[in-house]
């Protein structure tokens, strides 16, 4: 069944390509930079976790609206509802993502790639807490975002992603998944080349 859901993804993915009829612009490379919230999902009568922010690194190849990405992702501590316990994210990712082409400096991305997520915790007394060692999980990342042009080599995009995870495991009974809210800075990739802003 899960075939299926990314079957369906890939070919909406290329669906979106024909149907924008952008014209060749050739390979470049993007970097940037950004702001993230996480939110993990938890299950019932495991210690839920807070929105955590974190800071954002994106690197990537792009060509004709279609784009190979890297992003990584390091979180402040935020709290959970065990006073003694706040905790941590790092989460890093590989993607495939579509940039629509763009009309009055705007444009949508669709994004579809692999995450690794590890969640720390940090304990304020020193005690153990039961099921709180590091988790590390990988899955699947579906996002979405709209963009918009500042200059002719820069962007700005806000991001929607779900991290789904493909297991569950006892020994790591709470990380079920995530959403995040990112805001990106985008420099290079495709230059804008229609006629005004």
Request: aromatic letters at 12%; zero cysteines; glycine letters at 12%.
């Amino acid at each position: 069944m899960k075939i299926q859901y990314h079957l369906l993804f890939a070919m909406m993915l290329v669906m979106a390509s024909a149907q924008s009829q952008a014209g060749r612009q050739g390979i470049h490379f993007l970097y940037g930079g950004g702001l993230s919230v996480v939110i993990p999902q938890v299950r019932s009568n495991i210690v839920s976790h807070d929105p955590v922010a974190a800071g954002e690194i994106v690197v990537g190849v792009e060509e004709d609206g279609w784009a190979a990405e890297y992003s990584g992702l390091r979180s402040l501590d935020a709290g959970t509802n065990n006073a003694a316990a706040d905790y941590n994210v790092t989460i890093s990712q590989v993607s495939l993502s579509y940039r629509t082409i763009e009309r009055n400096g705007r444009y949508y991305k669709y994004k579809y790639g692999r995450m690794d997520q590890d969640i720390n915790i940090v304990s304020s007394t020193g005690a153990t807490i039961a099921g709180s060692s590091s988790n590390q999980t990988s899955g699947d990342v579906y996002g979405f975002a709209i963009g918009f042009r500042r200059n002719q080599t820069e962007r700005w995009e806000i991001e929607y992603s779900y991290y789904s995870r493909n297991t569950e495991n006892s020994a790591q009974p709470y990380l079920s998944g995530a959403h995040m809210i990112s805001l990106h800075y985008i420099f290079g990739g495709a230059p804008y080349e229609g006629g005004g802003l």
